[in-house]
């Protein structure tokens, strides 16, 4: 007997608060009912009735290389079968460490000598943010107002993705000194990074930057933007942790830092933190940067930062799966796709005459319902997002599955086919006229 997705969120709502187990999930912004889904293969997701959808989530990232992967599935059975976890260390996560610290690598330089890795990006950029307060001795914090960098007390003040959908201003239950220590200024404003600087200089720990920002739809960083973000940061001693938990690996083999150099010349984070495609769709994280300030990590320093299941081998397996098969063709691959299913959305929408602008950083996307680009939160805000929900579940009848809210990146992998795409660009002409409407 098929259970109903309606059935299914009833259940979990008794059980589970809002029925889901990330915020987002629950269509909260979009209305209507969540999917409840069962299965997942190349670019499409089945959901509990037995409906097939062509996926633009895509695990919210992980599944660069299409869901069910067969060559990630067979490394994760067969390492399942050794052992799910050991809570010591393996053979494997060194050669993963290594995948990752070898392929961020650009102008010659490869800024990551050590790396960590743990089990949420949450769990990276906390850990980032007490190593750089540990390294530096400051205090102070700096983020971008419309960043995400996970659920962390500190790092939930201005924060895009679920806070954002929720239209939320940060989250109850984070203490006001803790706030107080997380200094948060306007995207893409290099002038408001020198007034902060020059008022607290001395005790800024960090910045935190999102490599390119892409949980408040995406917005990418204004050319020499993130070089100049790391200039000002090491002239006041501060250390910048790039935040490549979403993009790294996602949108070039070298991840966003990779990409910009190519555009913007060599700049040099002192910590990056990766996530997502790391793990293939298992929980791996990391963070990584120069050898001197990784060291100051315990054991070898005192910041304490530890996990049961860190470097878990199945995860582990799965990552190296993944980033094994991460070719330039796959990068090609995913590339050509969104344009194609960009221009098509944005054709579409242009028919019916409702105000857009494509949003790039790489091969992620997204579409803001305003005419002009916009460059920061407060820009962002300022949209017609009303037009979202009925856009979305147009194309969700169509069989097309997008992320449930405005603010968050459309994924394509290298698994979306020709198939894939035009049911995609068939869609489009119903859900922008129910856009318009
Ligand atoms: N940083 C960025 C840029 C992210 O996009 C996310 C999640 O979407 C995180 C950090 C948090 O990662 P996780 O959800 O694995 O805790």
Do not use: C
């Not at 599935?73 to 079968?81: C, K, R, S, W």
């Not at 790396?115 to 983020?143: H, P, Q």
């Not at 494509?358 to 579409?367: C, D, E, H, R, T």
């Not at 929900?389 to 147009?394: E, K, Q, R, S, T």
């Amino acid at each position: 007997m098929t259970t109903s997705n309606d059935d299914l969120f009833t259940a979990a709502r008794a059980s589970i608060p809002g029925g889901v187990n990330s915020p987002v999930r629950a269509y909260g912004s979009v209305g209507g009912t969540p999917r409840f889904l069962v299965s997942a293969s190349g670019p499409r997701v089945t959901d509990a009735e037995g409906n097939v959808y062509v996926d633009l989530v895509a695990s919210w990232g992980p599944a660069l290389l299409g869901h069910a992967e067969p060559h990630v599935v067979a490394a994760v059975q067969e390492a399942a079968a050794r052992g799910l976890s050991f809570g010591a260390s393996t053979p494997s996560e060194t050669v993963l460490a290594e995948l990752i610290r070898s392929r961020v690598s650009a102008a010659g330089v490869n800024p990551i000598e050590k790396l960590r890795l743990v089990s949420t990006g949450t769990e990276a950029t906390m850990s980032a943010i007490r190593l750089a307060r540990g390294a530096t001795g400051r205090e102070l914090l700096v983020k971008f107002a419309g960043h995400y960098h996970g659920h962390s007390d500190g790092l939930l003040a201005a924060a895009g993705s679920g806070i954002a959908t929720l239209a939320l201003p940060g989250s109850a239950g984070v203490t006001a000194a803790t706030a107080a220590q997380t200094l948060v200024i306007d995207y893409n404003d290099l002038g408001a990074v020198r007034t902060v600087f020059a008022e607290h200089g001395d005790n800024i720990a960090a910045v935190i930057v999102e490599a390119a920002a892409a949980n408040m739809g995406v917005v990418e960083p204004e050319p020499g933007f993130n070089r100049a973000l790391v200039e000002i940061a090491h002239e006041h001693g501060a250390l910048v942790i790039l935040d490549e938990v979403l993009t790294g690996f996602r949108v070039h083999p070298a991840g966003y830092w990779g990409l910009s150099v190519e555009r913007d010349g060599l700049y040099q984070p002192d910590l990056f933190t990766f996530g997502k495609v790391i793990g293939g769709g298992m929980p791996i994280a990391a963070l990584g940067g120069r050898a001197e300030i990784m060291d100051h990590l315990a054991p070898l320093g005192p910041v304490y930062q530890a996990g049961t299941l860190s470097g878990n081998p199945v995860a582990v397996a799965a990552g190296i799966a993944t980033l094994e098969r991460a070719t330039p063709e796959v990068y090609a691959h995913i590339d050509a796709a969104a344009r194609r299913v960009a221009e098509g959305v944005s054709a579409a929408l242009d028919a019916e005459g409702v105000a857009h602008s494509v949003q790039w950083a790489g091969n992620l996307f997204s579409i803001a319902f305003r005419a002009e680009s916009p460059r920061t939160y407060a820009e962002v805000q300022d949209q017609d997002a009303f037009r979202y929900g009925p856009f979305f579940h147009a194309f969700l009848d169509a069989g097309v599955a997008l992320p449930p809210s405005v603010f968050e990146a459309w994924f394509l992998t290298a698994a979306h086919d020709d198939a894939a795409i035009e049911q995609i660009l068939a869609a489009a002409p119903a859900a922008a006229r129910a856009a318009a409407t």
